[in-house]
């Protein structure tokens, strides 16, 4: 057994000792290990491009990530905020229930990677409703805000996991039938997926809600409840004493002069 392969693990550890960049660490340690194997180096170079393409799904959102940076570099955000500012009648919840609404849709037809945190969440959903939120609430604190981005990222989240469980192709519903033949009993993929339309639903009834009730607030006038609105005293709006208008008095309260006289 040829145990000089196992350098590869040597110059991982060592690589990464020294913080070196990782991606290169990985790219020398797998060369050198094939080289050391007996393979060429264009053979070795073929069994990158082959594991390359086997997995270029799973690499396609690192492809994706600088584009979109890109983008907010020159303004992405920017338009996208500005895009909602000038629409009428837009307010977060209902921007928010379309997008629940086209995440959970796309997700149910297999397309998953058409939307997504990076791809569209930070880059034009969050902006769009954070924009949408300050229309509604001109005092909007950098709280409100980040619950704003919160609530985008959250209705992301709610429309691909009720969603994606209607295709038939997904891998949760393939795991779901591997099982259940394994254990004797056959169903076909559609008969599990037409099982999570009902649940789809519901998600999105009960997160409309919750988004509709996020509007409710953010369009609500401050100080509603009254407190904060009135001094301790009693009721009432004090009113500065000056040499014209003299402090009121209630009932009980001593007159200026200390004779003890009740308004």
Do not use: C
């Not at 977060?92 to 397309?111: K, V």
């Not at 409100?144 to 609530?151: F, N, T, Y």
């Not at 809600?209 to 006038?221: E, G, H, I, T, V």
């Amino acid at each position: 057994m040829n145990y000089l392969v196992l350098i590869g693990i040597l110059i991982v550890v060592a690589g990464f000792a020294l913080r070196l960049n990782p991606l290169l660490v990985v790219a020398v340690s797998a060369l050198a290990t094939g080289l050391i194997a007996g393979k060429g180096f264009v053979e070795v170079l073929s069994a990158f491009g082959k594991a390359f393409n086997d997995n270029r799904f799973v690499t396609f959102i690192y492809i994706l990530l600088p584009v979109i940076g890109l983008l907010e570099r020159y303004g992405l955000q920017q338009r996208a905020r500005t895009m909602v500012g000038n629409m009428r009648g837009a307010t977060t919840g209902r921007l928010l229930i379309g997008y629940l609404l086209f995440r959970q849709i796309s997700a149910s037809l297999g397309l998953i990677s058409v939307a997504g945190q990076a791809q569209t969440v930070r880059p034009l959903v969050a902006p769009m409703a954070e924009a949408a939120a300050e229309r509604q609430d001109p005092a909007l604190t950098e709280e409100g805000r980040e619950k704003v981005k919160a609530v985008a990222a959250a209705t992301d989240n709610v429309g691909l996991f009720f969603g994606e469980d209607i295709f038939i192709a997904i891998g949760s519903i393939l795991l779901m039938v591997g099982v259940l033949e394994q254990n004797g009993i056959h169903l076909a993929p559609l008969q599990l997926s037409v099982w999570a339309i009902p649940s789809a639903i519901a998600a999105f009834l009960i997160h409309g809600a919750r988004l509709l009730l996020l509007d409710r607030r953010l369009s609500s006038p401050r100080g509603t409840s009254g407190e904060g609105d009135h001094p301790k005293g009693g009721g009432g709006v004090s009113v500065a004493a000056s040499p014209v208008t003299p402090p009121p008095r209630f009932a009980g309260s001593p007159s200026p002069s200390g004779d003890g006289e009740d308004l």
